[in-house]
């Protein structure tokens, strides 16, 4: 596969000067040097960045050298929220924070075969051969040019997606405690369930004899939701700030009390809550992970399901964008 050729002014994207500076030659001959490792690997294809990714490796080589910019905000945040530099890596005694490492180099190419796109594709394994050959390839060619590679005078901006996505603060806890002031409609909810902050129904019908018999609502089809009356699999949630209700999710629950759960269907279909926008509200999916209801959960590859769960809460950073913490963002955008 043949790529386009790096010029300065690509280079330029994350350097926001009106002037190039001497030593930005320097680094976009480094990213062209690169073009044929991903010229010759099976993966380029998959990318839809292709063009790009050298300027990836290139950014990451100069944050490197000066221990500053895009890369280097981006493990700080990684760190302050997980305690550990990156995700799915083992991170050994080895690893050094202001030097390149091969578990760098593998984590920004799962970058560029994990897209955040409409289609929702499953994220790529971590620990994939072809992506750790390819990684192989790109840290020897960073490794003999490391010490050649020059100090510049201003900072690479965000250029890494994840950033963006480590921002929010942590997700709440959830449970409720016995000296909380709670919403009416929780402690109808409640006194209904025996405590229990989770009830899942079949189908519309159970739905809407618990909206009318537990939480007093107003037996009209106008007042109960009527746009799911054919929806199945429900999931109600009763938690401080409210209750709130998912549909078609109920399957993946493993509870004792959730007689929709399906392992098979779990295991198949349950990392879709993670990384599909609106499928599983994030209230509730920080709820069932600190509660592990989700336990059956995978990705569908070796070692899917660590993966998965060790690294969830970055997973839905990433992919869930605005659905994993809307008032952060309509903050943002003021």
Known sequence: MKLQKIYRQLWMEVHPRPQSADTDQ?????????????????LTGQMIH?????????????????????????????????????????????????EINFEDVSFLLWSLLS??????????????????????????????????????????????????????????????????????????????????QLVYFEDYAGLRRFCVDALEWADEDNSLMPELADEENFVFFANPKGILLAPNIGACFRDERNSTY???????????LLYVPGLCPIDLLHYAMQHDLLSEVTFPFEDGRRVLHENWDFIARRYLGKYYNEDFYEEERK
């Open 50 to 98: 292709k063009n790009r990714a050298v300027l990836y490796f290139t950014w990451y080589l100069e944050d490197c050298v000066n221990n500053s910019g895009g890369w280097n905000k981006f493990i700080r945040l990684h760190k302050r929220l997980y305690g550990r530099f990156l995700p799915f890596y083992t991170l050994t005694g080895a690893y050094a924070d202001d």
């Open 262 to 272: 399906n392992p098979g269907i779990a295991e198949q279909e349950g990392a879709e």
């Open 115 to 196: 897209p955040v796109t409409d289609d929702s594709p499953v994220p790529w394994n971590p620990t994939d051969k072809s992506l750790l050959r390819l990684a192989t390839d790109i840290y020897a060619l960073l490794e003999a040019h490391f010490e050649q590679a020059p100090l510049t005078d201003d900072e690479s901006m965000d250029w890494l997606p994840e950033i963006r996505a480590l921002l929010p603060p942590p997700g709440p806890v959830l449970d409720i405690f016995p000296e909380m002031e709670l919403p009416h409609d929780v402690t109808k909810f409640l006194n209904a369930t025996q405590g229990k």
């Open 26 to 42: 320097w680094y976009v001959d480094f990213a062209n040097r690169l073009l044929p490792l991903f010229e010759k690997s099976e």
